[in-house]
């Protein structure tokens, strides 16, 4: 029962959240716009994260985090199937709330992951994120398989979104509710500002983050028009990403353990490397999926070691913290999605990706940042 709350409610927004990203080709050609156009309306969930961020440690707080996640996913669901019948002006509107509402009930999420290892002792938010991954396999074959047979983006976000109501009631039903907040008398500013640890751990995993949303946003293009697949092995291919993402955070509080924070991230920014390179390079589909399967085991748990050093060394809400830490994420990588669709656009999917590549290095280096160390230490001479 400890893993329940997180398993379901990361499990079916992962399943909302592929629904709809392994979908874009055709929500691109009804929207009749191109790539760069896209990446620009891709641009307004991050303006929604943005503004939604001052509030999402208050809200947390406030409702507490079960009740807030229970709230904020049914919301983003009723606004995913609107994604896909939308006109370019709806869409980006609608990208902008589902950004915003998001942001709010993933601070909540992993504050119930924290919390859980924090009342238990248990490391659970690895395997929480896991769960997210599980997810993104089921969801990203099942909509390939949606995809070949003909079902409409809208039918297929609307069943997505039922399935996110099913697993919020649950929680609502089976868990008990967390203790109210303890209120903070000091006054908050309207946003929670990054100290120099947190910005140093955004710098820290930077790199595989931007690979991690440039695979969600441009991966299913790469597949259908470099390597010419069909939707359908479109969605299998990609679940060899998902498939190396999950079983990688399943044992990720295990390595965290056994091998330290340091060797983790080093590690991951290497396979994710060599991932891009086989990626790019690619003679067949076989190669592409193994080379996406080595891009999901790398970028697996940058996101969960980077929450889990935030709430270890920040200072502070933890919930503040998280708040900050997704604030400066988001403001660091704000310009990706449209710079990448540009370069999709202009030069190559390929280049889309090889682009990367300087910004992992940079993570390989910041790794020391993950045990509180310096991330450079300079000889004396």
């Keep these: 029962m400890t893993l329940l709350p997180p398993a379901l409610l990361y499990f079916s927004n992962a399943i909302l959240f592929i629904s709809l990203f392994t979908r874009l080709p055709s929500i691109q050609e009804s929207l009749g716009v191109d790539k760069a156009v896209l990446g620009l309306a891709l641009l307004s969930a991050p303006v929604g994260t943005f503004l939604a961020l001052p509030l999402a440690g208050r809200i947390t ?71 997210w991954s599980i997810g993104l396999l089921v969801g990203s074959l099942a909509s390939g398989f949606m995809a070949e ?32 907040a303890v209120p903070v008398a000091r006054r908050r500013s309207a946003y929670v500002l990054p100290d ?68 983790l991230i080093r590690m991951s920014a290497i396979t994710v490397a060599i991932g891009i390179v086989l990626l790019v390079t690619s003679p067949s589909y076989i190669f592409a999926g193994f080379a996406l399967f080595l891009i999901g085991c790398g970028i697996a748990l940058a996101f969960p070691l980077a929450v889990a050093t935030t709430i270890a060394l920040g200072k502070g809400q933890p919930s503040e913290n998280l708040a900050a830490l997704s604030l400066t994420l988001m403001l660091s990588t704000i310009g990706i999605p449209p710079l990448l669709g540009f370069i999709a656009e202009h030069v190559s999917l390929s280049a889309t990706f090889l682009v990367l590549l300087p910004c992992v290095f940079v993570s390989f280096l910041m790794a020391p940042v993950a045990e509180g160390k310096r991330p450079f230490r300079l000889r004396k001479q």
């Design 196 to 263: 120099r640890t947190i910005l140093l751990i955004c710098i820290m995993v930077f790199g595989l983050c931007i690979v991690e949303g440039a695979i969600y946003d441009w991966g299913i293009f790469f597949l259908r028009e470099e390597l010419r697949v069909d939707p359908a092995l479109a969605g299998t291919l990609f679940a060899a990403f998902t498939i190396g993402m999950g079983l990688t955070r399943m044992v990720g509080d295990m390595l965290r353990d056994r091998l330290g924070a340091l060797a």
């Design 61 to 131: 707080d406030r409702l507490t985090p079960r009740l807030t996640a229970v709230i904020m996913l049914p919301i983003v669901a009723l606004l995913s199937p609107l994604l896909t019948i939308l006109p370019l002006p709806g869409f980006v509107f609608c990208f902008f709330l589902f950004g915003f509402f998001r942001t709010i009930f993933d601070v909540s999420a992993n504050m119930i992951s924290a919390g859980i290892e924090a009342r238990t002792g248990a490391k659970v938010l690895s395997r929480s994120h896991g769960f």
């Design 149 to 180: 047979e003909g079902i409409s983006p809208p039918i297929q976000q609307s069943m997505a979104a039922g399935l996110v109501f099913l697993a919020c009631l649950t929680v609502f039903l089976v868990t008990p509710a967390d203790p109210p």
